[in-house]
């Protein structure tokens, strides 16, 4: 079965450091697509990232950049120089292409990040 | 261009009751889906909607039921509410017709509580 586990919960860090952000999933899909949303307060997700399972391409854009191993089944998320409007609750998800699964997102529980002025 | 939007933005209800929550997609997307985000449990899929049709639905029982109407926007009905119905509910919407390979771009949500 599908799953995404990210691991740390609860992140803090002090304005302009960098950090990472670990998501671990498990498919049995060849076919798949990862993406990262982040919610503030506010509660509105926000789509950041997608990537396809053949793209293994890195990605930055930005202060964001984004690792992506299918030999380890990961797909982590870097902030650099980090920012007080960072902070958020950030999720990772897997959509696959089997039916009855193509239509929903698998989340994370998500990991809370704090960014300290 | 306008995103999702949802309403109402907060919801307080008895047991017992029945709730109706509401969801507009971005303009041009077909495709609008419901999730839940109760506390403990993360974000867990509902429904999916496309083309006015009910495609594909979590692990959640039949008291929980929608339908999309022919501008594409959609309602959430919960029947006979219970204390663990109390969570953030969030509608996304997509270009597409809900393939893998969508995008869905989530409103802000409508925070039901149950009293």
């Known amino acids: 079965a599908q799953k995404v586990t990210q691991a740390q919960t609860e992140i803090s860090v002090v304005e302009k450091e960098d950090v990472t952000l670990d998501c671990v999933y498990e498919?049995?899909?060849?076919?798949?697509?990862l993406f990262w949303y982040k919610q503030p307060p506010s509660g509105e997700l926000v789509f950041l990232i997608r990537?396809?399972?053949?793209?293994?391409q890195n990605e930055i854009s930005g202060r964001y950049s984004w690792n992506f191993q299918k030999s380890t089944s990961s797909f982590n998320f870097t902030i650099t120089a980090s920012q007080v409007v960072d902070s958020a609750v950030y999720f990772c998800?897997?959509?696959?292409?089997?039916?009855?699964?193509?239509?929903?997102?698998?989340f994370g529980k998500g990991i809370t990040l704090s960014v300290r002025p | 261009e306008a995103g999702v939007t949802q309403s109402p933005t907060h919801l307080i209800k008895t047991r017992g009751q029945q709730v109706t929550l509401r969801c507009s997609p971005i303009?041009?997307?077909?495709?609008v889906y419901w999730y839940q985000q109760a506390l403990g449990l993360g974000l867990q899929f509902l429904l999916w909607?496309?083309?006015?049709?009910?495609?594909n639905r979590g692990n959640f029982p039949p008291r929980f039921s929608g339908r999309q109407f022919p501008n594409y926007s959609s309602e959430l009905n919960v029947n006979a509410l219970e204390l663990e119905d109390s969570a953030l509910y969030l509608c996304?919407?997509?270009?597409?017709?809900?393939?893998?390979?969508?995008?869905?771009?989530f409103g802000p949500g409508t925070r039901l509580t149950v009293l």
């Open positions: 996304a919407s997509s270009l597409g017709s809900g393939g893998f390979t969508d995008t869905q771009y």
């Open positions: 498919t049995r899909d060849t076919t798949y697509y």
């Open positions: 990537r396809n399972s053949f793209d293994e």
């Open positions: 998800a897997l959509s696959e292409a089997r039916t009855g699964a193509n239509s929903k997102l698998t």
């Open positions: 303009s041009g997307h077909t495709s």
């Open positions: 909607y496309d083309e006015g049709e009910e495609r």
